[in-house]
């Protein structure tokens, strides 16, 4: 047996027994498997079944001549890839160039010698090997570059010089919503792709029929179903004419890119909160400061009042008690400035994250005593409902005053706001293990758009307010295990309640 042969079929096909036996005798030892047919239906009816790699064909038989068979063979796409070399008596040029013509590949003539039909089946056998095996391979590439492209995030398409789509991979028809099997050979612009987008349809015609590259970010592509998404689109040409065109989704992308310039802008907020912040201390600071160097000249002032009273008892009576009113005045006045001051250097003075045990009585009592100027400026009166049970927590003292005094600021501006008269109440409430406080005012109450984000940062329905009180207050509460919570006033108004852990001081701090 050959080593040049694979073990390749040979249909012989020759209405002479005598010619089919020498063609036997020629090819047998080659390692070629034979098989014989002896006229054109015969020939047709064996190719289909054993599909031979080659056929020697008789041109002249009865009935189905050879070049009618050839014909059929390649007329069938099962049979249309056999080598056919035709074997006749014919040497006209006419007759060669017709089998040629109708797909034979050679043209032996009659009689042939044996070492020219061994000769050339074995070249067209070799080049029906190489032929077969460069398809396979060519298949074989086509499949990876199928799965390459179908692996890859863009959406692709091949395109020819009219816009047709020759190829597409698996993300452009997800992408698109239209299958392979429903566009393939047909044009791009039938998909409606990009409806109205007059400009970007004629540049994508411009690139099908002359070349001409096109990069376009962020266009609207519309899908089957009409859905709107946003990509990026570049197109070049190819060589052999067409173009390559690519689409990226950027939905995820933009996305990403909203909730980044929202993080920017929460980050600038919480810069401007800090900035906010880091002003209020320093302010508390010089607060602290100024409430010192004041008091300092109140103090004496009441002193001199007091060696007042005593240097006037020498004065006639009459005009020794109307200066002695009037400096006892003076003195009550100093005291009560000084006093204000104190509770100011109280208030401003940073907090030490230290807890101690108190009753609610006790720390609102200081507050309704610090909010007296502000009652003044308002001119709304403050009342404390406090609750005969005392209401032990255990906080931070100046954390929650703070709170509180907020509270009831917030409280008077607005009822003066609404021209009332009602006071601002703050009620004392003990209910199971929360004890707490709750600041009700007769005010102009809050714009439904306000409540919705009420304890966000920067977040007020005061004209020119920062925004920042209730959202602190909120943390503190939050801090202490509490909250604060707000809901309108009946009558009109606002009720804001705060809450905290109950404390027993006879538990001890651990079971707070």
Sequence with gaps: MSTESGGEQILLVDDNPTNLQVLFKTLEGSGYRLLAARDGEAALYTAKRAKPSLILLDVMMPGMDGFEVCEK????????????????????????????????????????????????????????????????RNSELEDENQRILNAVEEAIFGLDVEGRITSMNLRAAQLTGW???????????????????????????????????????????????????????????RSGGGAVLVLRDISEWLANQRELELAREAMDQQRQHMAHIERLSTGGEMAAGIAHEVNQPLTAVSNYAKVAERLISDLPSEKSAKLKDVLEKITIQAQRA???IQRMRSYVKKPSGAKTEITLQELL??????????????????????????????????QIQQVALNLIRNAMESTAKADSIIPVAVTLFGEGNLYGFEVSDRGAGLDPKVEEQLFSPFVSSKEGGMGIGLSVSQSIMQGHGGDIRYRPHPEGGAIFRCELPAFSPTEGVENA
């Design 365 to 398: 009592k200081d507050v309704i005593s610090l909010a007296e100027v502000d009652s003044r400026v308002n001119g709304i009166r403050v009342t404390l409902k406090p609750n005969e049970t005392p209401l032990w927590v255990y906080v931070d003292e100046v």
């Design 338 to 340: 000084s006093a204000v």
């Design 73 to 136: 063979l390649k007329a069938d796409p099962e049979t249309a890839d056999i080598v056919v070399i035709f074997l006749s008596a014919l040497t006209d040029s006419q007759s060669k160039v017709h089998g040629l013509a109708i797909g034979g590949v050679d043209y032996i003539a009659k009689p042939f010698q044996s070492d020219e039909v061994l000769a050339r089946v074995r070249t067209h056998i070799k080049l029906h090997r190489l032929e077969k095996a460069l398809a396979r």
């Design 179 to 237: 299958p392979q099997a429903d566009v393939l050979g047909e044009s791009l612009f039938q998909l409606e792709l990009f409806p109205g987008d007059t400009n970007l349809n004629e540049a994508l015609l411009m690139l099908c029929e002359a070349g001409v590259g096109l990069r376009k970010n962020n266009v609207a592509l519309s899908n089957r179903e009409g859905l709107h998404i946003p990509v990026d689109l570049s197109g070049a040409p």
